[in-house]
């Protein structure tokens, strides 16, 4: 058995301290700490935040020898009890490491937990048993013995359980409920006076509800227990999932307020966060590509199917919010549309595919830059139109939906491991033929997906509106009174780009009027007529010149008025699954 003593160490200094035991070492132990978090694909080194690695036998100090940036020999002996000391700088506010501070401890394993190599699989013990006044502790790992406050010992079957199980500590907010048999808890901290909880409970509930429906039916989930954990903060987005709970930052005006009917925009998005992690807790913590059966803790672990495990998640998050009856169609499809119009304004989707996307995730998708839109896809994003396209394909043939695929993936892999050969043929046996192509095309393929005409045999109309002034010029632009208009990135072969403008620039002027807003643009200048540009460029004044083109304008997703009824009736019982 492996034993960890967390504690709060200097919380002014953001420090845990932290003590593990290994009751029969081996000799020459090897520890280290994980390179990354499962779940966020990207190499963070978590070790650069542990100091002063102590290590003692029989009260004696032994050797201890750095192998690497993140693992440790201990010049032990075997059989001997080992025990080892070490602090981790925690001053990370996001859900993927650790935090803490006079008011507020969370941490995720990977960022604390050393991993005593040879031991991986043996019961771990995590003992928390000190807390400032006032404070409590949740977490989805088991407790084998703790008090009202949390407070005690819990136990986790291995390490990989133990690291997948995030601690929030402190004073927070804890509503209780259950969903398909299983208990949740939802916790969140940070929120302001007038927060809602009994409705965001009560929202959290029917998600529950309408997943584990849609898993299961009337059967119980995977999971004897689930924990949210959100932590609002004044600016903030994100999540991360784990196996038997989440972690979650929003902003806290994106909360519910007491006396406030209507859903915000940012609390609906609030709402789909919470579906799409949910939906992991099945598509990609249990149903996980092949090459995650077991996950290398020390480096990049390599998957091309992150469009089906992120992107098809993120096709089913909203979707099951109108499910629900927390949004209305029109809301869905506002934001469907959203979505459609994200990959339709990145030229790199003409460049990668997104198998492609979800192999490069490691050193593209986590490291945006000013050239990203040009040369990547957004592998939620064009996943979820995979997903999309793979649904209303089946629904018009007549052959059932991507929803009983799913279901049969499930069933077929007993929510194991799977490929792209498990998926292609779990979408076969729903299409009565093979699906290749279509996978093919839009999984391995740069080509456009046929969305339009999908969705006008289901009754939806694609409107495309004009373009905007930057969607004119092929420009990502930042506004503010104080810097004015920033460019961030030139889209590829574009009127900015044939210009030579770059990311950085500033844009001052245009035919001698000051250019304070974009969208100004056309009171300055005649559609389709060159025009001068002022730009500031290393604090010098460029003029150039510049012909907006056409451009495509975004799409909107509206009911077709008339439609008729065979589509009109595809429609229902695509949104009403």
Known sequence: MIEVRVGIGEPAAHQFRVSLRVARPQKRQVVSLPVWIPGSYLVREFARHLSSLGARQGGKAVGVVQLDKATWRIDSEAARPLALDYLVYAFDSSVRAAWLDRERGFFNGTSLVLRVHGFEAVLHRLVIDALPRGWQVATALPARKIDARGRGVYQAADYDELVDSPLELGSFHRDRFRAGGAPHELVVRGAAPTFDRARLAADVKRICAAQIAFWHGDGAPPFPRYVFLVNAVDEGYGGLEHRASCALITARRNLPQRGQPSASDGYVGLLGLISHEYFHAWNV?????????????????????????????????????????????????????????????????????????????????????????????????????????????????????????????????KGGPVDEDDIARALQRVAGRSMRSELTAWVHGTGELPLAPLLARCGIEWKEEAPTAAQRLGLRVAESALTGVQVKSVLRESAAEAAGIASGDELIAVNGWRLRRLDDLALYADAGAAFDLVVARDQRLVTVRIVAQPGAGNVALVRADNAPADADALRRAWLAG
């Open 285 to 413: 913590k249990r149903m996980r590509p092949r090459d995650f059966a077991r996950y290398d803790y020390a480096s990049e672990n390599y998957t091309r199917l992150l469009w089906f495990f992120e992107g098809f998640t993120s096709y089913y998050d909203d979707l099951l919010l109108l499910r629900a009856g927390l949004i209305d169609e029109a809301r869905y499809l506002k934001l469907l549309a959203k979505n459609v119009n994200g990959v339709l304004g990145s030229p790199g989707r003409k460049v990668q595919s997104v198998a492609e996307a979800s192999f490069d995730a490691w050193v593209k998708y986590y490291r945006s830059d000013e050239n990203t839109p040009n040369a990547t896809v957004s592998y939620y994003a064009k996943g979820s139109l995979v997903a999309l396209a793979l649904d209303l394909t089946l629904r018009t043939a007549g052959r059932g939906s991507l929803d009983d695929a799913m279901r049969g993936l499930w069933a077929a892999g």
